[in-house]
C-alpha cells in the first residue's frame, strides 16, 4: 500500500494578524495556487509519458513554458513598477484558468503544448504567480519593511510548500482509488486543481486593496549617477548567479518524476508522495531557513543549506533502490527550497524601491531562461539513457553557484544577520 500523508501534514501556520491585510491575502493567493502546482509536478511529465510523448519531447514542452514565462516577466516586471498590480495579477489568474479548461478538455498536441506554455504546467512556482511573480514580490516589499521581508517572504514560502506537498498527494488519489495507474483521460482531470487554485487566488485578489508603503521605506526617488550605477552592478551579478543556478535546476528538477518512473519503474501512487514528502519538508527547511539567517546572515545560510543539497544531487543517481533516491531527493528539497524567501528578500534590498519590479524581472528572467535549457540537455540524455550525468553537472553548476554567491553578497547590509 502506498504511504499517505496524515491531513494535518499539509496544514500551514497560521499568518499573524499583524501583518498588513495585502500581505496576508498574497500569502493566502500563493497557497492556493500551490495545490494546482504541486498536483502538475507530480503528474504533468508522466502524463505526458502515458500519452508516448519522448522524453526530448517532454523535456521540449518544459521547455517552451519556462522561455514563455520569461517573455512574459520581462514586460510585467518593469510594468509593475508604474502600478496596476491588481490588474495584471487577475489577467495572471484568468490566464491560468483559461490552460487549465483548455488541458482538462482536449489532449490534442497542439492544444495541449498551448496549455502548458502559458499554464506553466511541471515546473513548479511553489504558489507563486509564475512569470507575473515579480509583481507579488515587489508588492510585498512595498509594504514590508527590509528587517522584516526576509522572514515574512520565507513564511509565504511555507505556505507555498504546503499547499504544493498537499496538491502532489491529492494527484495520486485516484491512483489509490482504482487501484491501477492512470491512462491519458485519468490523468486530464486532476486540471481541475489548477483551474480551483486559480479561481480561489482571484476571490482573494479582489478582495485585496491597492499597496501601502511600509512605514520608513524609501520613496522611489532619482538616484545619483553613483547609486544608479551600483544597483545595477548589484543587478547584474543577481543576473549571473542566477543564470548558474538556473541551468543546474533545469538539468533535472523538472524532470524528476520522470527520471524515478524510468530509472525505478514506479509510477504516479509512489512518486506522487515521495514528491509531496519533498515539499512538506520544504517548509520545515524554510523555518531552519529563517532561525538561521538570524545568526548567520542571508549568505552564510544559503551556503550552509545549498551546499548540503548539492551533496544529496550527487547522490541521488548512485542510489539503488527507490526509497533511498526518494529520501535523498526529500531531504535535497528541505535544504534548497528552505533558502529561496530569504534569497528573495535579499534580491528585493539590492535596489531602491521604484526598481524593484525591474530587479525581480531580471531575476526570474536570468534564472528561467537557462532553466528552460535544462529540460532539453537533461531530456535527450535520459532518453539516450544517461540517467547520472545530468545530476553530476548540475552539482558542478551549484558549486560555482555558491563560490560566486558568497563573493558578491556576504557583505551587504541585507545579507547581515538581524543582531548584526
Request: hydrophobic share 50%; net charge positive.
Amino acid at each position: 500500500m502506498s504511504p499517505r500523508l496524515p491531513a494535518t501534514a499539509v496544514t500551514p501556520a497560521p499568518v499573524t494578524s499583524s501583518l498588513p491585510r495585502n500581505v496576508r491575502l498574497l500569502i493566502g493567493m500563493r497557497f492556493a495556487r500551490s495545490v494546482g502546482q504541486g498536483a502538475m509536478v507530480a503528474a504533468f511529465a508522466l502524463y505526458l509519458h502515458a500519452l508516448d510523448w519522448s522524453a526530448t519531447a517532454i523535456g521540449a514542452v518544459l521547455m517552451g513554458g519556462l522561455l514563455v514565462g520569461s517573455v512574459l516577466t520581462m514586460a510585467v516586471g518593469p510594468l509593475s513598477d508604474r502600478g496596476h498590480r491588481r490588474t495584471l495579477l487577475m489577467a495572471y489568474d484568468v490566464l491560468q484558468m483559461a490552460a487549465a479548461i483548455i488541458a482538462m478538455t482536449t489532449a490534442t498536441p497542439w492544444l495541449l503544448v498551448v496549455a502548458a506554455l502559458f499554464g506553466g504546467y511541471g515546473r513548479g512556482a511553489n504558489g507563486a504567480a509564475g512569470p507575473f511573480s515579480p509583481i507579488e514580490h515587489a508588492w510585498m516589499s512595498i509594504e514590508l519593511p527590509m528587517k522584516s521581508r526576509g522572514r515574512v517572504f520565507s513564511r509565504s514560502m511555507v505556505y507555498g510548500f504546503s499547499g504544493m506537498a498537499f496538491g502532489a498527494t491529492l494527484a495520486a488519489v485516484p491512483v489509490w482509488a482504482l487501484g491501477h495507474a492512470l491512462d491519458a483521460q485519468a490523468y486530464r482531470l486532476l486540471f481541475i486543481l489548477p483551474l480551483l487554485g486559480s479561481l480561489a487566488s482571484l476571490a482573494l485578489l479582489l478582495a485585496a486593496r491597492d499597496p501601502q508603503a511600509a512605514p520608513g521605506d524609501t520613496p522611489p526617488s532619482n538616484p545619483s549617477t553613483r547609486e544608479r550605477q551600483e544597483e545595477n552592478r548589484m543587478i547584474g551579478r543577481v543576473a549571473l548567479v542566477n543564470a548558474l543556478n538556473g541551468l543546474s535546476i533545469g538539468l533535472t528538477g523538472p524532470l524528476i518524476a520522470y527520471w524515478f518512473a524510468v530509472k525505478f519503474h514506479r509510477g504516479l501512487d509512489a512518486i506522487g508522495p515521495g514528491l509531496a514528502v519533498g515539499f512538506l519538508l520544504g517548509t520545515l527547511g524554510t523555518v531552519l531557513a529563517m532561525r538561521m539567517t538570524r545568526r548567520r546572515g542571508a549568505v552564510g545560510t544559503e551556503l550552509r543549506l545549498r551546499g548540503a543539497g548539492l551533496v544529496l544531487l550527487v547522490a541521488m543517481p548512485l542510489a539503488p533502490w527507490f526509497w533511498v533516491a526518494m529520501a535523498l531527493y526529500i531531504l535535497r528539497g528541505a535544504s534548497l527550497r528552505g533558502t529561496i524567501g530569504i534569497r528573495n528578500a535579499l534580491t528585493m534590498s539590492l535596489t531602491g524601491s521604484g526598481r524593484r519590479g525591474l530587479t525581480s524581472s531580471i531575476q526570474n528572467i536570468s534564472l528561467q531562461i537557462p532553466r528552460a535549457i535544462g529540460p532539453v540537455l537533461g531530456g535527450a540524455l535520459f532518453h539516450a539513457g544517461h540517467l547520472t550525468a545530468p545530476f553530476i553537472a548540475g552539482a558542478v553548476l551549484q558549486g560555482i553557484y555558491l563560490l560566486l554567491y558568497a563573493k558578491f553578497f556576504a557583505r551587504h547590509p541585507a545579507a547581515q544577520p538581524e543582531s548584526a
